[in-house]
């Protein structure tokens, strides 16, 4: 088996790892936690139906295009974690920054989705740079708490170091992904395949944190 063919087997089944974890804690999990447990079950269910249609191809022997389904998965992502940070900031005027760029990368991937059955290179970059700036924007509310914390022990830094993580190590790719010659597609695609795992990994840890009080 291919390292990219193993590699893409393993991200899909790593979709599990947060699902469980969020079942394992699923008491000691906030609103916004089981929040994110509900987005990353609907990730998951994504991440494996396009896998399947790569595994049973129909008679023709090509895999089905999947690019609406993603074109759809990225409004679903602007989204949840749009709704989660307007949540966690806790600025009124930073709660309409992140109405603002999300409506402003919404518009960009709806404009994009008129060549709906392309690869969604546009609209993945912009809603890769929109999670960028929101999880530097609560890196920097956490950083400056009011009272102390140990951010470490804190659900919600990990959720965001995920976030931090996947967009600023994918957006390149994403960016180019759809120049990449076919031939050459699986090798580049190992990056966002242990990127998803280790987020996944990232996600499980927030997941499984429980609440800590506030010194």
Known sequence: MLVSVLLMNISVMSGLFPLLAAAHNYKHLDSLMKLLALFLLISALFDWSMWLSYQFKPHTGHPLNTNPLLHVYVILTIGFFGLMYYKLLSKSF???????????????????AKNLF??????NTASSLLLIVLSLIYFYQLLNPQTFIHIEK?????FNSGVL?????NIFLFMLFSKI??????DYYVIFSITNIITNLIYSVALLCKPQKKA
Request: proline share 5%; no cysteine; glycine share 2%.
């Open 165 to 169: 993580f996947y967009s600023a190590v």
């Open 181 to 186: 010659p076919d031939k050459d597609k699986a």
């Open 94 to 112: 930073l709660k309409k920054i992140v109405v603002l760029l999300a409506a402003i990368t919404v518009a960009v991937v709806l404009y994009n």
């Open 118 to 123: 392309d690869y969604p290179s546009v609209s």
């Open 154 to 158: 804190q659900g919600l830094f990990w």
